[in-house]
């Protein structure tokens, strides 16, 4: 069972980046599925999640800028953010929900700079 996200590298302030997280030996319909980030000097820190049904929640820097949604079809989670701004640069991870220490990857990493 393998998460892998992918979609990270340098954007400028304001920029808007799509993050994908592809399940490979998993059904990730079947899991809720979540983002999280690792700011530099920071903890671990949960960004959005999404239920097998759809249902999403934010965590409050997210709200209204980053949206979460997934494609069974292609057993994938995506994260879409906008309006990045110079703190949003971190590694950012996928992992089922609640989350499993073996799945999360080496995610991938956001720098947000000019």
């Known amino acids: 069972v393998q998460l892998q996200a992918s979609g990270g590298g340098l954007v400028q302030p304001g920029g808007s980046p799509r993050l994908s997280c592809a399940a490979s030996?998993?059904?990730?319909?079947?899991?809720?599925?979540g983002w999280w980030r690792l700011r530099p000097g920071k903890q671990r820190e949960w960004v959005a999640d999404v239920t097998k049904r759809g249902n999403t929640a934010y965590s409050d820097f997210a709200k209204g800028r980053f949206f979460i949604a997934r494609d069974n079809a292609q057993n994938t989670v995506w994260l879409q953010m906008n309006a990045l701004k110079l703190e949003d640069t971190a590694v950012y991870y996928c992992?089922?929900?609640?989350?499993?220490?073996?799945?999360w990857g080496q995610g991938t990493q956001v720098t947000v700079s000019s």
């Open positions: 030996g998993m059904n990730s319909a079947d899991e809720g599925m």
């Open positions: 992992n089922r929900m609640p989350a499993l220490s073996h799945l």
